[in-house]
């Protein structure tokens, strides 16, 4: 068994007074129990938490995690090789185009070992943050011609060890959603085949894709810290029959399904040109929502596509640095979650690695599209970047200081320049990945007094990421001819192109 003892610990229900989603009280208007209690003592073991002791001193050998102890936090959106591409994509202000040229050039130039190199140092940089548990929306699969590795190398499921591999070393819980990616893009003929640059993204057919996901799950079936998912990439990746697949394979699993949805105007109006309908109609349609599902960003929908997802009970994810980078423009938070939709919320491609700041987003995007504060509260904030983004990830019992749940605890300082002062009720307003000191994980310290138990995150990341690029072989500076293949590179962007959003 361990001990930890907290200066402060996130534990609603025990004491003082707390309001919940738009400001609106329990049902009773009653006094709601508030989250922050002084001096807990948490005791784990064999991963999950055995004792919670309110109000009482450290133990002798206890590890002492100062300030105030929120549950692991969940990053329920990642492409972890996208980080590669942060602050190299806004070369005379940047596009779409320029930015989706680098994401493919990093692709192509992935092996198996450079992504376990690669995905170790982003990971342990959100564990740095108080990431314990991320969602990795996998579609890098095969050979760039779109051939399996073979199993000297292996296997067709190696890039998918290898981010297995780089999540244990770097003490953060895996989901891999391991993603269904069958057509290059959805045009008014239907959909059309992967382009060159896409080739290893696919498994063919959906049946393949359903085999090899069979095949892994199985693999890692004794694995606690590593679960396999699904997701459908996207209406443009992914046809209605075949939507309608990878759904089934996800309620025959009991596994969580995941899917990006109307991240851009650009893919509402190839729904509409080619099916007549909206991709939340089509998804609807195909079987595709309900409470195992969560749409990742949904920031361009109709009242009906709102209504439609809050009463399957379909989760979303909002990605707001993403959405703010690539221009995507502001998601109806506020509408969903009053519609029935639980929201969570991911880094996507990694503008930060920051799941506090993601949860704040929610509110201050809420605020630019409102003019009016306190949509979501402090409260309401935590929850949705701990309980509500495991529950995402299939962990539902995670995400909380309880008796039973997984020991995932993240210390955030409240005397350093951000904090300092502040009303530790309030600190999901306040403080982000930078006041992190203190991070356990399976009952295991991952972080202590901001040092990762890996070594030098910084300088993981650094030569990763020049390693990544160096094999791309181009301009380290992206938007300057960007070399992705003959065919990718000849071709003029178009205004197809330019609409896809982070997802492509």
């Known amino acids: 068994m361990s001990g930890f003892w907290c200066e402060r610990a996130w534990l609603p229900g025990v004491g003082g007074t707390g309001r919940s989603v738009s400001g609106s009280t329990r049902a009773d208007d009653g006094p709601a129990p508030g989250p922050v209690v002084e001096s807990v003592r948490v005791v784990t073991d064999g991963g999950r938490i055995v004792a919670v002791e309110p109000g009482v001193p450290a133990s002798d050998g206890d590890v002492r995690l100062l300030g105030i102890v929120l549950p692991g936090l969940a990053n329920a959106h ?280 993601e949860a704040r987003g929610v509110e201050e995007h809420e605020r630019l599209a409102s003019g009016r504060r306190g949509a979501f509260d402090p409260a309401t904030l935590v929850g949705i970047a701990t309980s509500a983004g495991h529950a995402a990830l299939g962990r539902p019992d995670a995400g909380r200081i309880a008796v039973g749940a997984p020991a995932d605890l993240v210390a955030v300082r409240l005397d350093t320049a951000r904090t300092a002062g502040t009303d530790p009720a309030q600190v999901a307003l306040v403080a982000g990945a930078a006041d992190v000191s203190d991070v356990v994980a399976g009952g295991e310290l991952v972080v202590r007094d901001g040092v990762h138990r890996a070594g030098d995150v910084a300088r993981m990341l650094a030569e990763a990421i020049e390693e990544l690029w160096a094999a791309a072989g181009r301009d380290l500076a992206v938007g300057r001819d960007v070399a992705v293949g003959q065919d990718a590179a000849a071709r003029p962007a178009t205004a197809h192109d330019i609409t896809r959003g982070s997802d492509a």
């Open 78 to 357: 990642s492409h972890a090789f996208h980080r590669a591409l942060r602050g190299r994509t806004h070369a005379d202000g940047g596009s779409f185009w320029t930015w989706r040229q680098g994401m493919y050039a990093l692709a192509a130039a992935l092996t198996p070992e450079r992504y376990e190199r690669l995905a170790r140092a982003v990971l342990a940089e959100m564990s740095l943050g108080g990431t314990t548990a991320v969602g990795e929306f996998h579609y890098v699969h095969h050979r760039p011609d779109g051939t399996p590795y073979p199993a000297a190398d292996g296997g067709p499921n190696a890039m998918a060890e290898a981010l297995r591999s780089a999540a244990r070393d770097a003490g953060v819980h895996l989901t891999l959603l391991d993603t269904c990616y069958l057509h290059g893009g959805l045009g008014p003929a239907g959909h059309e085949p992967l382009a060159p640059e896409q080739a290893r993204f696919g498994d063919g057919t959906v049946e393949r894709w359903a085999a090899r996901v069979d095949a892994l799950r199985s693999a890692w079936a004794d694995d606690d810290r590593a679960l396999v998912g699904a997701a459908a990439h996207s209406v443009r990746a992914v046809a209605p029959a075949e939507l309608a697949a990878v759904a089934r394979w996800a309620r025959d699993a009991g596994a969580p399904l995941h899917v990006h949805l109307s991240e851009q105007p650009g893919e509402n109006e190839a729904a509409l040109a080619a099916l007549g309908v909206t991709p939340t109609r089509l998804l609807h349609d195909a079987g595709s929502l309900g409470p195992g599902t969560t749409a990742v960003h949904a920031v361009h929908l109709t009242g009906d596509d709102v209504a439609l997802l809050g009463a399957s009970g379909t989760g979303v994810c909002l990605c707001p640095t993403t959405e703010r980078d690539l221009a995507d423009g502001i998601a109806p938070g506020l509408r969903l979650a009053r519609a029935g939709s639980p929201l969570s919320v991911g880094t996507d491609q990694h503008v930060t690695a920051d799941v506090l700041a």
